[in-house]
């Protein structure tokens, strides 16, 4: 009896072992228990820690409760000014409802995935192409909405949504290499002018002040004398000034007025000389000198229509 006894305890201990075994669930912290009894949903759902089912009556489901990362593969689109490009993202999400998960959506994972590459597309016929490029935060947020809000009804919530690249055509990235070229040598031609305006107008203004002083000017060039003789040069410029050239310009026109007016004068004084006169003897022909003293020839001997004519040469 005793036996017969011990032998049932030892059954009934087996098996309350077996069912304990069989009835123990663990459910780790970041993890959260869904029981179904029977297919139907029992609340509430398990917390984190030790707990207990019935066997072959409850069944529990673990929803991990942690951020999933989930990259979206690579979308091809157009954009709104008709560019085509290929974009990937990846998309931050976690589960707020364990109960909501498994039983609104077949497979939450799957499910965002997809939601994830439509609203991509979308996004990108939305966008032109510069906003893709320069303007991802605004995207990031429109794609954060588009799918936080279905999302929600699977007990899911979009934590934050980041595009990661852009692939453009070769020939656009040509073209937009060239065009970011064009905008700065742009910005250095404008740049480059606006140096030369300033520049110009200091210069007018160290001109003004040394019109003052004329030997500042000599100070000056004496200083550009002594710069480039501090470099070690074989050869040494010196710069000519610019007055100099002006004052031989002003002495070569006059001199040419001079000239002119001279041959004026002359062609005057023939214009009035009367037909039958003898012309006068050139102002430039220095006289005749005879051999006495340096005199003139007149001086010195008289002249032949004043001689007899028993004297004159036969």
């Known amino acids: 009896m005793v036996g017969e006894l011990v032998a049932a305890g030892v059954a009934l201990a087996s098996a309350g072992t077996v069912y304990v075994m069989a009835a123990a669930r663990v459910v780790k912290q970041y993890e959260r228990g869904v029981v179904l009894r029977l297919g139907r949903l029992t609340a509430p ?28 593969p690579a979308q091809e689109g157009i954009t709104r000014d008709n560019v085509t490009v290929r974009v990937d993202a990846v998309v931050y999400f976690k589960v707020v409802d364990a109960a909501d998960a498994i039983i609104e959506v077949e497979d939450y994972r799957f499910a965002v995935s997809q939601m994830a590459q439509t609203s991509l597309r979308s996004i990108i016929g939305k966008s032109e192409l510069d906003d893709l ?11 954060e909405l588009m799918m936080d809000s279905p999302a929600i009804g699977w007990g899911v919530s979009v934590d934050r949504v980041e595009i990661k690249d852009v692939s453009l055509p070769e020939t656009m990235k040509r073209s937009m290499a060239r065009q970011a070229e064009a905008t700065r ?20 203004e160290a ?13 000056r060039l004496l200083q550009t ?35 002119a007016q001279v041959a004026a004068e002359g062609q005057r004084a023939r214009a009035q000389r ?5 012309a006068p003897p050139p102002a430039s022909k220095p006289p005749a000198r005879g051999p006495v003293g340096g005199g003139r020839v007149e001086d010195v001997l008289p002249a032949l229509e004043d001689l007899p004519e028993s004297e004159r040469l036969g």
């Open 274 to 278: 009367p037909a039958g006169a003898a």
């Open 133 to 143: 490029l320069s303007n991802r935060e605004k995207l990031n947020q429109g794609l």
């Open 225 to 259: 004398v002594v710069a480039v003789a501090a470099e070690k040069n074989s050869t040494l410029v010196l710069p000519f000034p610019v007055e100099l050239l002006r004052f031989l310009e002003r002495s070569g026109l006059q001199a040419e007025a001079q000239t």
């Open 185 to 204: 040598d742009r910005r250095a031609r404008v740049i480059n002018a606006d140096a030369e305006l300033q520049a110009s107008r200091k210069l007018a």
């Open 207 to 219: 001109a003004a002040a040394m019109s003052d002083q004329p030997a500042a000017l000599q100070l």
């Open 45 to 72: 759902v398990r917390a984190p820690g030790f707990t207990m089912i019935i066997p072959g009556v409850d069944r529990m489901r673990k929803v991990n409760m942690q951020i999933v990362t989930m990259p979206v």
